[in-house]
C-alpha cells in the first residue's frame, strides 16, 4: 500500500489549500481515510477522518473550516482547508484505517506528507 499526499504550500492566514491524498496497492473504497497532522516536535494528530460510507468526522480546531471528501472509483480522498490560521502549519498526512463510531485506527501506513505553511 502506498499513500501519497500533495497540495500544500505556503498561504496567507485566511486562505485555502487542497491537499490530494493518492492511494495504490489496492481497493480502499470501504477502508475509512485519515488525514493527520505534525508539526516538529509534537505528536501527529489526527485531523478528520471518512468512513467507507461517507461519514465525516473532524477534531474540534478544525470544524466549520476543513472539508474531507474522497472519490472510491479514483482512490483519492481530498481535505480542503479554509480560514487558515498560522497554527494550521504542519506537514499533513494521509492514512488508511477503520473505524469504530467516532473513533479512528489508522493502519500503519504511512506516505510521504505534503507542508502546509500559513503566515500571519
Known amino acids: 500500500v502506498q499513500l501519497q499526499a500533495s497540495g500544500g504550500g505556503l498561504v496567507q492566514a485566511g486562505g485555502s489549500l487542497r491537499l490530494s491524498c493518492a492511494a495504490s496497492?489496492?481497493?480502499?473504497?470501504?477502508?475509512?481515510i485519515g488525514w493527520y497532522r505534525q508539526d516538529p516536535g509534537k505528536q501527529r494528530e489526527l485531523v478528520a477522518f471518512?468512513?467507507?460510507?461517507?461519514?465525516?468526522n473532524y477534531k474540534e480546531f478544525v470544524k466549520g473550516r476543513f472539508t474531507i471528501s474522497r472519490d472510491g472509483a479514483k482512490n483519492m480522498a481530498y481535505l480542503q482547508m479554509n480560514s487558515l490560521k498560522p497554527e494550521d502549519t504542519a506537514v499533513y498526512y494521509c492514512?488508511?484505517?477503520?473505524?469504530?463510531?467516532?473513533?479512528?485506527?489508522?493502519?500503519?501506513?504511512w506516505g510521504q506528507g505534503t507542508q502546509v505553511t500559513v503566515s500571519s
Open positions: 492514512s488508511i484505517g477503520t473505524n469504530r463510531g467516532s473513533y479512528y485506527i489508522p493502519y500503519n501506513y
Open positions: 471518512i468512513d467507507g460510507g461517507g461519514n465525516t
Open positions: 496497492g489496492g481497493t480502499f473504497s470501504r477502508n475509512a
